[in-house]
C-alpha cells in the first residue's frame, strides 16, 4: 500500500491514497441536487433527535438563524405548537445560552434556575417542562445549532443522558460538516454549468446580435430615401444594441459565481480542464466547509494550484490526481496528490530550473503568511509525492 501523508477527517484518518480515492469516490456519488441535500439535512436531524428522545421527552434542534437568534426548526414530542419555529435570543434561556458558551448546559429546575433567563416560561410550560440538557452543534468554523432536551416529571438529570445529548451533538456536527462539504461540490458543479452555458450564449447569441446589427446599418444606407423605413431600420437597430446589452449583463452575472463558492469553483473548473486537457483522471474533494476567501488570497491559491498541475502534467506519469481542500479557523489547506513517479517532480526545498514557477508561488504564499510544500511524504520507497499550500485565515 503507497503510504500517503495523514488527512484529518473528523474523528477519522485517511493513511493512505486507496483511502483517499475511495474517499474521493463516495464524495462524487454522494453529490446530488441543492433540493435533496436540504432533504437528507432534514432527515439527517430528524433521526439524530429521535435517538435523543426518550418516553415523555421532548427534543428540539434549533439552528444557527439571523445574527443575533436560534430557530427551533425541527422539535419531537412536543404536545403544543408553541414550539415550532420559535426564536431564541443568543445567551437567552438554556438554548440560547448553550450557544453562546459553546458549552453545554444543564437546568436541573428549570423554573427555579436564577442562573437562566426566562423568556419563555410560558412556551415551557405549556409543555409541562422542568428540566433541560442543552449542547451546542459545532461546525468548522463555528456553531451550526444546539440540540436540547427537555424532560418532563419530577427527576434528576443523570450522567448518561448528558453523555447522550453531547455525544449526538458531536455526531449531528460531523455529519452536517460532511453535508455541507458535498453541498459546496453542487454549488461548483453548478456554477461550472453555468459558465458553459453563458460562454456558449456569448459565443452563438452575441455572435448573431453582431450579424444582425451589421445587416441593418447596411439596409439602413441603402434605405435614406425612404424615411418611414428608414427610421423602422433604425430602431430595429436600436433594439439589437440594447439585446447585446442585456445579453453582456446576463452573461457577466452568470459568469460570476458568489463569493462562497468562488475558491471551490475555481478548483473545479481548472481539474476539469486538467482532466480533458491531459487524460489523467481528476477528483476534487472537498473535505470541510471553506468560508470565503477574499480575492487576493483565492488568486495565490489557485495561482499555486495551477502551478502543482502543470508539474504533474509535465513531469509524472501519473493516472490519477487528488486535489483535497480542507478549511477550519485557523486557516486554509489545498493539497495535490498523484499516483505517480515522483522522481522527476520539482521539489520546494531544491533550486532547480523546474522548480522555478513553484519558487514563484512560494513566495507569493509566504508572503500572506502560509506555507508551500511540494515534496515526498516519506523516505521511504512507498512515499509519493505531496504538494500542500495553507494560508492563514
Known sequence: MIEHENLDLGNRRLVSFADVLHAARVAELSVTS??????????????????????????????????????????????????????????TGITGRAFTTGAPAVALDYFGDSTITHEYDSTVAAEKINRMIAAPVR????????????????GTVGDRAIDRVTAAAVELGSALDVMLSNEQLVVASVNQ???RVAAELHDRVGALLFALG?????????????????????????????AGLALREAVERFDSPPDAAALTTALADDCTRFEERTGIGTQLMVLSHVEALDSVRRHVVVGAIREALRNVEKHSDATLVVVTVTDNP????????DNGDFK????????????????????????LGGTLRAGTTDEDEDSTYSFRVWIPR
Do not use: Y
Not at 439524530?48 to 419531537?76: I, P
Not at 485557523?330 to 496528490?337: A, D, E, H, I, W
Open 214 to 242: 451589421a445587416k441593418l446599418q447596411g439596409l439602413s444606407a441603402r434605405l435614406e430615401d425612404d424615411p418611414d423605413l428608414f427610421r423602422e431600420i433604425q430602431g430595429m437597430q436600436q433594439d439589437a444594441a440594447a
Open 193 to 195: 454549468e453555468r459558465r
Open 34 to 91: 441543492p433540493v435533496s441535500l436540504d432533504r437528507r439535512r432534514n432527515a439527517l436531524i430528524e433521526s439524530v433527535l429521535c435517538f435523543v428522545q426518550s418516553r415523555g421527552d421532548v427534543v428540539w434542534f434549533a439552528g444557527a438563524g439571523e445574527a443575533d437568534h436560534l430557530l427551533l426548526r425541527h422539535v419531537v414530542g412536543n404536545t403544543t405548537d408553541e414550539l415550532h419555529n420559535l426564536q431564541v435570543v443568543h445567551g
Open 139 to 154: 461546525a468548522g468554523h463555528g456553531l451550526h445549532g444546539v440540540v436540547t432536551l427537555a424532560m418532563r416529571g419530577d
Open 344 to 367: 522527476a517532480m520539482p521539489m520546494s526545498d531544491q533550486a532547480t530550473p523546474e522548480g522555478r514557477g513553484l519558487c514563484m508561488h512560494r513566495s507569493r504564499v509566504e508572503q
Open 330 to 337: 485557523r486557516g486554509l489547506s489545498v493539497t495535490v496528490n
